[in-house]
T-cell receptor, first 113, second 109 residues
Framework: DGGITQSPKYLFRKEGQNVTLSCEQNLNHDAMYWYRQDPGQGLRLIYYSQIVNDFQKGDIAEGYSVSREKKESFPLTVTSAQKNPTAFYLC????????????FGQGTRLTVV | GQQVMQIPQYQHVQEGEDFTTYCNSSTTLSNIQWYKQRPGGHPVFLIQLVKSGEVKKQKRLTFQFGEAKKNSSLHITATQTTDVGTYFCAGPRNNDMRFGAGTRLTVKP
């Protein structure tokens, strides 16, 4: 089945630890995005990538890092520098430069204790 | 920051009542997209509007794109409990995609 997969669905980490969220797509999409969603809030753009080995900061990139070594993969690392990392993280992909629909993964709910 | 402003933030209706959410941008948009996120779920694409003044319908949902391509609306006629969720608009720009804050719709049976 074609789609975009995020894992794990739930993740718990201790404060001060880095954690990497996985995002894989087999849709052959060029563009991939990471968003953060807090309870009752909208989607805030963390990072995005339009092509392999290239990515740009979104509105809330501080405390996060990404890589795009393969077209199908766009992992997000939440570093210890992120002051309030507990949130719902959504990965998305699209075929074009923002001009086509985005497909979202199921999301990863990260809780830092 | 947010490229598009979306209002209202919340809307609670009685089942059978109509519902409308609005998106406004300070700049002209090349297109606008609408998504629905069910509680506990992920956003799912509903529709894309591209042309000035475009109107599209999906059953009880009517989507409009303003003449100046700076605003858009989603109207639901005779809401049902299955309409519950958060509706987002997105205004793609250059290489990124930013979303409005969303309108959370609750429906009382």
């Amino acid at each position: 089945d074609g789609g975009i997969t995020q894992s794990p669905k739930y993740l718990f980490r201790k404060e001060g630890q880095n954690v990497t969220l996985s995002c894989e797509q087999n849709l052959n999409h060029d563009a991939m995005y990471w968003y953060r969603q807090d309870p009752g809030q909208g989607l805030r753009l963390i990072y995005y990538s339009q092509i392999v080995n290239d990515f740009q900061k979104g509105d809330i990139a501080e405390g996060y890092s990404v890589s795009r070594e393969k077209k199908e993969s766009f992992p997000l690392t939440v570093t210890s520098a992120q002051k309030n990392p507990t949130a719902f993280y959504l990965c998305a992909s699209s075929s074009g430069r923002g001009a086509t629909e985005a497909f979202f993964g199921q999301g990863t709910r990260l809780t830092v204790v | 920051g947010q490229q598009v402003m979306q209002i209202p933030q919340y809307q609670h209706v009685q089942e059978g009542e109509d519902f409308t959410t609005y998106c406004n941008s300070s700049t002209t948009l090349s297109n606008i997209q609408w998504y629905k996120q069910r509680p506990g779920g992920h956003p799912v694409f509903l529709i894309q509007l591209v042309k000035s003044g475009e109107v599209k319908k999906q059953k009880r949902l009517t989507f409009q794109f303003g003449e100046a391509k700076k605003n858009s609306s989603l109207h639901i006629t005779a809401t049902q409990t299955t309409d519950v969720g958060t509706y987002f608009c997105a205004g793609p720009r250059n290489n990124d995609m930013r979303f409005g804050a969303g309108t959370r719709l609750t429906v009382k049976p």
